[in-house]
C-alpha cells in the first residue's frame, strides 16, 4: 500500500450565474469564475488553504469584485472551505451577507477550517478541529543542524539511491509528459491501497490544476518515481503550503523528509517566512467525542501519526484550526454538515465502501460472526431446516471450511484464496437461496423462522458482494501496477 502523509485537508449546488454588477451571487465553478477567484486570491489570499478553493467540486458566492466563499452544498447546510477571501476590514460583513444568503436558501452555514481570528472577528461559535504546522523557510537550515534524526532520514534515503528535485510546471502541466504520467500512475497506486473510501472536498486529489502557480518536486530512485510533492501559494503571507505528499510503497525511509526538504531549501532561496504542511486533524485539545475518534479510529485514519509526522520536522509553531457555525446551534450536527461534504455519496455508503478497503478487519469480523451462526445450523431441528441430515452436515462443514479460509486470508492476504473465497460465498448464496425456496418457505411457521429465512438469504449475499467487491479493488489495483 503507497504510503501518503496527506498534509491538510484539501479539502454544488450551482444555480443561475448572475452578472458580476450584481452584489451577491452563486455560481458553478467556471473558466470565468476561476478567473474572478484567482484574482482575489492574489489580492486577499492570506490563509493556508485558500488557494484550494480553486480545485473542482466547489461552488462560489461573490460580493461583486470583493469578495468570494468557496463552497459544497450538502443539501441542508452550505461547508465554506476555509475563511471568506476578501479584506480583513470587510470579513465581518461577508460573513454576515453569506449567512443572510444561506437562510434565504433554507441552508444551514458551516466555516470549516478558519483561524482563531476569524472566530473573534465572525462572532461565530466555534470548535477545535485540529492544528496547524507553520515553518520559517529562512530558518530551515538551522532546523537540520539541530535535528539529528531529521539529518538522518535525509541520510538514509540517499544512501539508498534517492534522489529529488523541483520540476518546472511546464513539464509536469502537459498531459502525456513522462513525469505526468509517472505522478498518475503513483497517485492511483496510493488511492488504490488506502484503508479507506476515497473523500471528496478538501482532500481530494487535484495536483496538476493552476500548475503555473504550483511548485512540483519528485523523489526518484534508479529513475523510477518514488514519492512527489506539491505546493500551493498562500499569496498575501508570499508563503506555501506543501498540499500533497506522497510517496511509493517500496520507497526507501526519509523519501518524504527530502521532499519537503527540497522544497524548504527552495523556498528559503525566496526569502518564504510562511510554510505549512496543512491540518493535523483532531490534534490539540478536541472535544470528547473528537478525542474518541481520534485515538480509537486508527486502523482507518491514524490521526496522532500525522501529528507526529509534522511534528518530526520540527515546526515553529502550532495554530489551532476550528469549525465555526451560528451561536445556538449544535456542534453535533455541524460537525456532521462537515462530514457529508467529506463524503458526498453519504455517509453510510463511504462506511460500507471504506469496509471494503479494510478488507482483513472486515474478513475478520464475518468469520467471528459465522462462527455462532454455524453452531446453530448444528443444533437445530433438522425436519423443520433441513430436506436431510446430510444436508445439514454437509452445510455444517461447508461453514466450517469457509471460516477456516476468511482466516486464512487474516492472517495472510493471497489472491488465489481470495479467489477461492469469492466463489464458495456466491455458491453459497445460491445453494442457500435454492433450498429456502424448496424447503423452508414451506416448513417455516413463526415470525422468528422467518426472521432466521431472511438473515440466512441476506448473510451470504452480503458476503459474496463483499469479497466480489474486494476482488474488484484488487484488481484495479493490478492494472495501474502495470
Known sequence: MAR??????????GVRARSSAEPDAVTQSNETSHARVLALLQRFGSEATSFQILEPGLSYWFVGDEAVVAYSD?????VTAGEPVCAHERLHEVVARFRDAGRAAGKRVRFFHVSAAFATVSELAHTHVGELPIWDARAWPATLKATKSLR??????RAKGVTTRLVAAAEIATEGAPVRIACEQLIRRWLT???????AFMVALHPFGEARERRFAIAEQEGKLVGIAVAIPVY???????E???RDPHAPNGTAESLVDTLMRHFADEGSAYVTLGLAPLAGEVRPLLKLTRNYTARLYNFPGVRSFKEKLRPA???PVYLAYPRGELGFVAMRDVLAAFAPGGLVRFGLETLVHQRTLATLVLAVLLVPWTLGLALVDTSVWFPTARIQLAWVLFDLGLVALMLSLVRRWRTRVAELVVALTTLDALLTTVQVLVWNVWTARSLGDWALVVLGCTGPLLAATFFWSTRRVEMRGRRTLR
Open 152 to 157: 538522518e532520514q535525509l541520510r538514509r534515503a
Open 4 to 13: 501518503a502523509y496527506r498534509v491538510g485537508p484539501r479539502f454544488g449546488h
Open 317 to 319: 509553531r502550532w495554530e
Open 236 to 242: 498575501q503571507r508570499s508563503g506555501w503550503f506543501i
Open 193 to 199: 491501497g488506502r484503508g479507506m473510501s476515497e473523500l
Open 244 to 246: 500533497d505528499l506522497l
Open 74 to 78: 450538502v443539501g441542508g447546510a452550505w
